[in-house]
Structure formats: C-alpha cells, structure tokens
C-alpha cells in the first residue's frame, strides 16, 4: 500500500461564503487525476458549499445540486470531477457500482460523508473536516504535503 511521504496539516476559517470560495478555488488549483477529496462532518456543516465552490472554480456554471439522492454526479471539467454523497450507502462495496475507482482513472472525485467507506479512499486523499465554531465554520485540513503551498499560497 502507497505511504504519504510527506503530510500537511492545517485550519482555515471560514467565517463566510467568501472565504469558502477562496478554499474551493485553493483546492480545485490543485486537484489532478486520480485525486479525491474527503469533504467530512456534520448535517450543516458545509460540505456541499464547499464542493460546489470547487466544482464552480473549475467552470461549472450550472446548478450544483447535492448528489444526496443520486448518490454521485459527473462534472464534465478539467479533469472531470465525480461528486459523490455516500450518506445512502449501506455497504462500502457499493463504491465499486458506483465507479469510484473509474471516476479516479479518469478524473477527481469529491465525497462527502466518507465514513461511509473510507477503506475506498486512496491513501493519498486530501481530508477536510468542517465544523462549526462562534465566529464561524472551521475547515481542518490534512494530505500530501503539495497542498500546502497550494492552500496557504
């Protein structure tokens, strides 16, 4: 199994929409083939915001809907990018009908709700855990250290 050499860790507040765009842009500057993005936390949290700022950074202009009830969208993007809301999962192997590991052949791939099948996630995923706090939401970030100039740039 692939090891990351080097890990990033790091917190960005996102006290409003503005600042939630800037991370999507951040995040969608750097997302290649074959990477995907655990989007993790709570009902609320912000998880399809933030997907739909990266999605929209990489020219989507039509609607972003949450993929709650299709369980996965496709974006024609570059590269094209696969979102997927594993909520409605039962199983992890549910991935493999759901073309996981093909979306990453051919693109990227946003997920929310993770904890869903994480063992499905490629060991170098980049991890964003929302939360909320007083003055706001909170975005920790962990993955491969190329993030971080990306991301604190």
Known sequence: M???SETFRGEFPLPDL???TALGRAIASGLGTGDAVALWGD???GKTTLA???LQ???VQEDVPSPT???VQSYDT???VAHYDLYRLKSAREMEELGFEDALDR???LVEWPERAPEALPPEALHVRLGMRETGRLARITGPGRWESLLNG
Do not use: H, Y
């Open 52 to 54: 739909r700022a990266i």
């Open 43 to 45: 009902l609320g949290a």
């Open 78 to 80: 570059t590269p094209p």
């Open 57 to 59: 950074a990489l020219g």
């Open 18 to 20: 503005d600042a939630t």
């Open 2 to 4: 692939a090891q990351i």
């Open 107 to 109: 693109g990227a791939a």
């Open 69 to 71: 009830f299709t369980l």
